[in-house]
C-alpha cells in the first residue's frame, strides 16, 4: 500500500488527473461500488462532470507538457547566420636570387714535359667558369718559386666561362727543372685551381 501511494505521488499531475477523471468517471457509470459508495443520481451525474473534467484536464497538461530535453519538438532548428569572412590576403614566399659563384677553375702547362734547346716558353691556358648571374672576378697568378703577380679582373654578363692564359720563359744550358703554376681566385669567394705542373730538360 505505502509503495503504491508513493507511486502516486511521484507521478506527474496530468497522470494524478487523469486516474481521478477515470475514477470519477467508474463512479458515474457503475453507481454503487460493493455497498461501500452509494452516490445516488445526483452524485452519479456529479461524478461524471468532475470525472470529464478531470480526464480532460489531465489529457490537455499531458499533452502540452514539453519534451524532458526541454526542446520543442515541432521547433525547426535554423542555423546560426555566420558573419562575413575576414579576408586574409594569400602569401607569397620570394625566389632566392642565384648567387653569383665560381663553379670551376681549370689550368693545364704547355708543355707540361720539355726536353731540347732552353730558355722554353711554358704557356699556361685554363678556364674560369660562374654561374648564379653577373659578377666581377678577381684573381691572380701564383706559382711554385713565390714569384708575385698582379691582381687581374674578369667581367661576366651572366653564368658562363672565360678563358685566361699566361707564358713562362725558362730554362738554361743543361737545366732540369720542375715547376707549377695556379689560379688564386679572390672574389667572389677564395679558392686555388689545381696546380698545373711542367718539368723542363735543357740541353
Request: net charge negative; proline share 8%; hydrophobic share 40%.
Amino acid at each position: 500500500m505505502n509503495d503504491l501511494l508513493e507511486l502516486i505521488l511521484k507521478s506527474p499531475i496530468a497522470n494524478l488527473l487523469i486516474i481521478a477523471g477515470l475514477t470519477f468517471l467508474g463512479i458515474a457509470v457503475i453507481g454503487n461500488v460493493s455497498g461501500k459508495i452509494q452516490p445516488g443520481t445526483g452524485g452519479r451525474l456529479l461524478s461524471g462532470l468532475l470525472g470529464l473534467s478531470l480526464l480532460g484536464g489531465g489529457l490537455f497538461m499531458y499533452g502540452s507538457t514539453p519534451p524532458e530535453n526541454g526542446q520543442n519538438p515541432s521547433a525547426t532548428s535554423v542555423p546560426a547566420a555566420s558573419g562575413p569572412t575576414e579576408f586574409v590576403p594569400p602569401t607569397f614566399t620570394p625566389i632566392p636570387v642565384p648567387q653569383f659563384r665560381i663553379v670551376e677553375v681549370f689550368l693545364r702547362a704547355d708543355p707540361f714535359d720539355y726536353v731540347g734547346v732552353c730558355p722554353v716558353m711554358i704557356t699556361f691556358s685554363g678556364r674560369v667558369s660562374v654561374a648564379g648571374g653577373a659578377g666581377m672576378v678577381s684573381y691572380k697568378w701564383i706559382r711554385n718559386d713565390g714569384a708575385s703577380a698582379p691582381v687581374e679582373t674578369l667581367t661576366f654578363t651572366g653564368p658562363g666561362s672565360q678563358e685566361i692564359s699566361t707564358t713562362w720563359y725558362i730554362g738554361d744550358v743543361g737545366m732540369n727543372y720542375s715547376g707549377w703554376q695556379a689560379i688564386e681566385i679572390l672574389d667572389p669567394q677564395a679558392l686555388t685551381s689545381d696546380r698545373a705542373e711542367f718539368k723542363i730538360q735543357c740541353q
